[in-house]
């Protein structure tokens, strides 16, 4: 009764009562961790879901809400063994098949949330909240063999959840204007907001996009831009003066000053950090040098910046921030690398070098430098122009969804750009994204003799890779290179000529 009204205060006074009566009996522990866990309070709910589990060892239910609360307080490693110790035994459970998905996605293990999703399906067949889950595990694998068709159910099951025709659309290219119609159908039939419609505006675009209707396609971006906009406060200022203040901090003075006091760990795999701007390229580099026999992927991860962040303000958040930036001398770096090869050495298989794939690192390269010196670091270029539109059209990327807030941090971002490269020099291995997929196996070869790998055919045959991706690109780089996306954004000019000139004025070309 009290767990039902969320009197989580009730049920923890019930399960100490429990516990001291029945001191051998699993109930109490499990109820006390429940119920402080629903009240944030997370080490003490560790402590009694490890005394369930000490009585109990066959308690599920505890081991996976155990395996929840390691993963918030960054024990990575520690999460991913309950899970697969425990996997085996919720054959019955679709709750909490359901739970220890979702925590495996969380840890970027999608082939294991898939095969819980799947188990759970099985339990609890065509239950359209482990459908749809379902459906989203198999897009990080390339299935959409299997997530097409269960979209495809959703949508006609509730075509008012905007959602799904969101992800729908993603799967492949539009080949005709049935969804389009659907779509169109029911934005007239509702008459809601913009606000409302965002997803179906984000659909529209792209398929339209994919029918070659340029004008069409651009409105319903710029329609979802600027709806999210509408209901948000949101300034792209203080994204442009944190990498202000990264230029003024990260100097080649300070660069050097740090990296003399920090130890080298001989031992550990040598990291290869892929940055640049999302929809650069990022992810078809990954899988190039994954697809190398001496290389493991831990995939796109915040582990860096969390790390950083316990050291400097003892919390795991993933942002770089003006208080990290404040706090950047008093880090130290040693514990830093400590913890980043802890958090990340589940992903891990023992090759000598693995990739960190997060595009958002181009920030922390002066603190990568300083952490980790024997890293590679891969940064990517592409057209300016191709690069802000591929942003533009995404529903990810606050600073995009304004033209005149993408040219904003864009600039911010080239300046950041040449500051690295003045200050790393040849620590930066760049790879332009137009050279790259016009000649894949020369341009591979020169990457991986720059990472200091020897060439293996494998790496031109990327696409044959079966590891998941968990980016917006994880459909892409299973086809092989093209070059259809260059200069994309001529087809768009009319429509992208404020940014266009915003940026020529400043001396950036494309």
Known sequence: MFASKGQWDQVFAIASEMQSAFPTLSEGFFMGGLSCKRMRQLPRAQVLFEQTLRIDTNRYDAAIELAEIYYQIGKFSHSVELLDKYQGSLNNSSYYLVNAASIYTRLGLHQGAWQLLSKANDVQPNTDKILAALADASVLLGRTDIAVPIYRRLIDKYPDYHKHHYEYSKLSKAQDWSHVDEMKRIISSKGLPDEKNIYLFYALGKELEDLGQWKDAFSYFERAGNAILKGANYTVAPEVKLMKDITRLCTKQWIERHSLSTPVDNSAPTPIFVVGLPRTGTTLIERVLS???????????????????????????????????????????????????????????????????????????????????HAKIVYLDRNPMDACFALFKQSYFKFAYSLKDLSLYYQAYYSLRQHWNDVLGDRLISVSYEHFVSDQEGETKRLLERVGLPFEASCLNFHENSAPSGTASTLQVREKAHTRSINKWKKFEEQLSPLASSLSNVGIQF
């Open 291 to 373: 697809s190398h026999s001496t290389v493991d992927s831990a995939d796109e991860t915040f582990f860096l910046p969390m790390a950083m962040n316990k050291s400097a303000v003892g919390a795991l958040n993933p942002d770089v921030t003006d208080a990290l930036l404040r706090s950047a001398d008093s880090i130290e770096l040693d514990s830093v690398a400590r913890d980043y090869f802890e958090m990340v050495s589940y992903r891990l298989s023992g090759n000598q070098f693995f990739i960190d794939k997060y595009p958002f690192n181009f920030l922390l390269l002066g603190f990568i430098a300083c952490i980790f010196p």
